[in-house]
């Protein structure tokens, strides 16, 4: 058996070594949805959700709207304080999840405003009694998703505390907060926290095909890997990448891609009501993307405001 046929132990449950990462506003349920058309055992983080929020019902009624055949899911969760995490945790739990991840890497700046994402790696102290929080509530595999650091690199000190604390893995993306989603991912560094711990590690940043995570899995020895924005618009990413992975041949035909845009438009007017289509509107560049006269499409669509229009546009334009 390959290393990449391998699954990789997280606590007491086994998963796939690529993993669909999360990028809020667009992994969400009906894109998941898609995914598992795909991939079934694959495990999908849900996007980030605050701990008072859906501990206060605040939002939370969408964030914990999914299909249980979405599943194996992370349910990601934001925090600034151990406040809300057991009531929180509780509502996930019962809403039926496989694992329950923090997310300390978010660089946004109303997040760590709040003092919660990637603000949290400047305050171990902080830190630690949050997770203890979630360790004490989560009886599944509980993973945390991390940065290089804050504004200076100390993931190794922050993957060392977390192992301590009892989390079952890590994922690692290795910028600072300062460097948000631009400039080269530090692998090497990477590297070193995977080093530093017995746990599993899982890399996140700039693995798009088999290729890069070939690269990501010698540069850093990572477990697993976290596919972002390489999913976007491809919900048969992570399949693919298995292919690859074996050596097989896989390939996405037009009738495919423009299938999946229709069926991803419908599941967002489903999910989401009329305001779908402008949900849309995020994900068509990337279907659309690569194809010639794309560019007048993608113009002309995302002025559109009629769901019918948009559909047989797409058809005509995938089907010429
Ligand atoms: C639009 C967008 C939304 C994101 N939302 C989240 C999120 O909700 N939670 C999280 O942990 N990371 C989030 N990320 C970070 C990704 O999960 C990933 O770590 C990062 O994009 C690097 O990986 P990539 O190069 O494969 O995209 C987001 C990234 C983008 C671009």
């Known amino acids: 058996m390959s290393f990449w046929d391998e ?69 990601q969760f934001a925090a600034n304080s151990p406040e809300f995490v057991e009531t929180a945790c509780n509502k996930v739990l019962q809403a039926g999840v496989d694992a329950i991840d923090l997310n300390i890497g978010c660089p946004a700046r109303n997040v760590i405003g709040s003092g919660s994402g990637s603000a949290l790696m400047a305050d171990l102290h902080r830190l630690e009694a949050i997770v203890k929080a979630f360790r004490a509530a989560v009886p599944l595999p509980l993973t945390v998703k991390i940065r290089a650091g804050f504004k200076e690199k100390n993931a190794i000190d922050v993957a060392k505390l977390l192992q301590d604390c009892g989390v079952d893995a890590i994922a690692i993306h290795p910028r600072l907060q300062t460097q948000k989603f631009e400039g080269r991912p530090d692998y090497a560094y990477a590297a070193l926290v995977k080093q530093a711990v017995s746990i599993p590690v899982i890399l996140s940043g700039n693995i798009v095909n088999f290729k890069t995570a070939q690269l990501a899995y010698e540069q850093t020895g990572a477990d697993g890997f976290l596919i972002g924005r390489g999913i976007w618009a491809k919900p048969w990413k992570l399949q693919e990448l298995k292919a690859h992975a074996r050596g097989e041949q896989y390939v996405v035909d037009n009738q495919t891609v423009m299938r999946y845009a229709l069926k991803h438009l419908d599941g967002l007017i489903s999910y989401y009501g009329p305001h779908g289509l402008f949900v849309f509107r995020k994900h068509l560049p990337f279907y659309v993307k690569g194809h010639r006269e794309a560019t007048e499409l993608r113009r002309e669509l995302l002025r559109a405001n009629q769901i019918e229009h948009v559909k047989e546009k797409l058809v005509s334009f995938f089907g010429a």
Do not use: W
Request: aromatic share 12%; hydrophobic share 35%.
């Open 7 to 75: 699954s990789i132990k997280i606590g007491n449950r086994t998963f796939s070594r690529f993993i669909g990462g999360p990028l809020d506003g667009i992994t969400d349920s009906p894109f998941r949805q898609l995914v598992r058309d795909f991939s079934k055992d694959e495990l999908l983080y849900t996007e980030m959700r605050h701990v008072r929020c859906v501990a206060n019902d605040k939002g939370a009624a969408k964030a914990l709207r999914f299909e249980q055949f979405e599943r194996p899911l992370n349910f």
